[in-house]
């Protein structure tokens, strides 16, 4: 099992940048493809991007393609989500999962541990 706490979210103007940090704690962590999704007000939780365990591979979500770049710091225990040229429609509650794979994954039924969310709020 990984815990998982995020930080980073908060209000910024349409265009602007944020980091997201997931501090991760226990055994698997070296070993997890990690994730970012988000659930935007009133929607679903989406995907957002997801990196293998050594950082070898990402996968994105197409509307952030170019925008966004996912990390690890696997001395740190720690995931990142470097969000560039932010729009309205990224606003959502951005969660941290930690998946039962090595490789990224899109698929959340593979995404065991949760963070307890960050809230990422885009101003027109």
């Known amino acids: 099992q990984v815990q998982l706490v995020e930080s980073g979210g908060g209000l910024v103007q349409t265009g602007g940048s944020l980091r997201l940090s997931c501090a991760a704690s226990g055994r698997t962590f070296s070993s997890s493809a990690m994730g970012w999704f988000r659930q935007p007000p009133g929607k679903e939780r989406e995907f957002v991007a997801s990196?293998?365990?050594?950082?070898?591979?990402?996968v994105y979500l197409d509307s952030v393609k170019g925008r966004f770049t996912i990390s690890r710091d696997i001395a740190q225990n720690t995931v990142y989500l470097q969000m560039n040229s932010l729009k309205p429609e990224d606003t959502a509650v951005y969660y941290c999962?930690?998946?039962?794979?090595?490789?990224?994954?899109?698929?959340?039924?593979?995404?065991?541990?949760w963070g307890q969310g960050t809230q990422v709020t885009v101003s027109s």
């Open positions: 990196i293998g365990w050594s950082g070898g591979n990402t």
């Open positions: 999962a930690a998946s039962d794979l090595r490789s990224a994954t899109v698929a959340v039924g593979h995404y065991r541990s």
